[in-house]
C-alpha cells in the first residue's frame, strides 16, 4: 500500500485490531521511506442500493458523502468520531437489511435524522433544518418543541 504522505509503495503493518462490531479490521501501517504511520480500515465489498434523487437521478451511494453530511451537522459538537462512524455503520447495516437495489433519498435522509437525534439534538435540529427545507419559522419551532420533550 503507498503511503499517503510521501507516496512510497513499502509499508509495514504494525498494528491490527478487529472493530467492536467485528465488520471492519482496522490497521495502523508505518511507511519504510518516511517513518510516519498512517491507518487504514479494511471492510468487505459489498454492494449498496442507488439512491434515487427527488428529481428521479438515480446516484451510486457514497459513504463519504454520508459521513461528510453528518460532520457537517455535528460541526463543534461533543461527539466523537468512533461514535459517528459507528452511527454511520448503522445506517449501512440498514441500507442493506433493506434488499432493494434502489432506495429514495428521502428514506436515507430519516435514517441519518433518526442516527443523529440519538447521538446529539443540536445535530439532529440542524441537519433536520436543512434536510426538510422549512417553507416557515413555524415549522421549524415544531422541530425543535419535538426535540426538547
Given at each position: 500500500?503507498?503511503?499517503?504522505?510521501?507516496?512510497?509503495?513499502?509499508?509495514?503493518?504494525?498494528?491490527?485490531?478487529?472493530?467492536?462490531?467485528?465488520?471492519?479490521?482496522?490497521?495502523?501501517?508505518?511507511?519504510?521511506?518516511c517513518q510516519?504511520?498512517?491507518?487504514?480500515?479494511?471492510?468487505?465489498?459489498?454492494?449498496?442500493?442507488?439512491?434515487?434523487?427527488?428529481?428521479?437521478?438515480?446516484?451510486?451511494?457514497?459513504?463519504?458523502?454520508?459521513?461528510?453530511?453528518?460532520?457537517?451537522?455535528?460541526?463543534?459538537?461533543?461527539?466523537?468520531?468512533?461514535?459517528?462512524?459507528?452511527?454511520?455503520?448503522?445506517?449501512?447495516?440498514?441500507?442493506?437489511?433493506?434488499?432493494?437495489?434502489?432506495?429514495?433519498?428521502?428514506?436515507?435522509?430519516?435514517?441519518?435524522?433518526r442516527e443523529?437525534?440519538?447521538?446529539?439534538?443540536?445535530?439532529?435540529?440542524?441537519?433536520?433544518?436543512?434536510?426538510?427545507?422549512?417553507?416557515?419559522?413555524?415549522?421549524?419551532?415544531?422541530?425543535?418543541?419535538?426535540?426538547?420533550?
Amino acid at each position: 500500500m503507498k503511503c499517503p504522505f510521501c507516496s512510497h509503495s513499502e509499508t509495514q503493518v504494525v498494528e491490527t485490531r478487529i472493530s467492536e462490531d467485528g465488520d471492519s479490521i482496522r490497521r495502523r501501517r508505518q511507511c519504510a521511506s518516511c517513518q510516519k504511520r498512517f491507518t487504514t480500515y479494511e471492510r468487505p465489498d459489498v454492494a449498496f442500493p442507488a439512491i434515487v434523487k427527488k428529481d428521479g437521478r438515480r446516484i451510486e451511494y457514497e459513504r463519504a458523502k454520508l459521513l461528510a453530511s453528518m460532520t457537517l451537522a455535528l460541526r463543534k459538537r461533543p461527539v466523537s468520531t468512533e461514535q459517528v462512524d459507528g452511527a454511520v455503520e448503522r445506517i449501512e447495516e440498514k441500507l442493506l437489511m433493506q434488499g432493494v437495489r434502489e432506495l429514495p433519498s428521502a428514506r436515507l435522509g430519516e435514517l441519518v435524522m433518526r442516527e443523529l437525534k440519538k447521538l446529539d439534538k443540536v445535530a439532529y435540529v440542524r441537519f433536520a433544518s436543512v434536510y426538510r427545507s422549512f417553507e416557515d419559522i413555524d415549522e421549524f419551532k415544531t422541530l425543535v418543541d419535538e426535540v426538547r420533550r
